[in-house]
């Protein structure tokens, strides 16, 4: 029985990664970057079609006494 994982890529996968890498190693020429980094993600959803028209108020996130009709 053989041990540990072999991995096949196509030659299309293959020949895309070589490109990206170039591609990359062109774009950023540079090091690296060293130390910390700060990152900041935003995730945006649809509505759940269950939600109650309270929760689905922008402006009740906000505040609970916002009104969704003005």
Do not use: I
Not at 6 to 16: E, F, G, I, M, S
Not at 58 to 66: G, H, I, K, L
């Amino acid at each position: 029985m053989r041990r540990g994982v072999r991995l096949y890529d196509p030659a299309k996968v293959r020949k895309y990664k070589s490109d990206l890498a170039l591609r990359v190693r062109m774009r950023y020429p540079s090091k690296p970057l060293t130390g910390p980094l700060k990152v900041t993600l935003r995730f945006y959803r649809h509505l759940q079609a269950s939600l109650t028209k309270k929760r689905t108020c922008p402006a009740a996130v906000r505040s609970p006494q916002a009104d969704c009709e003005a």
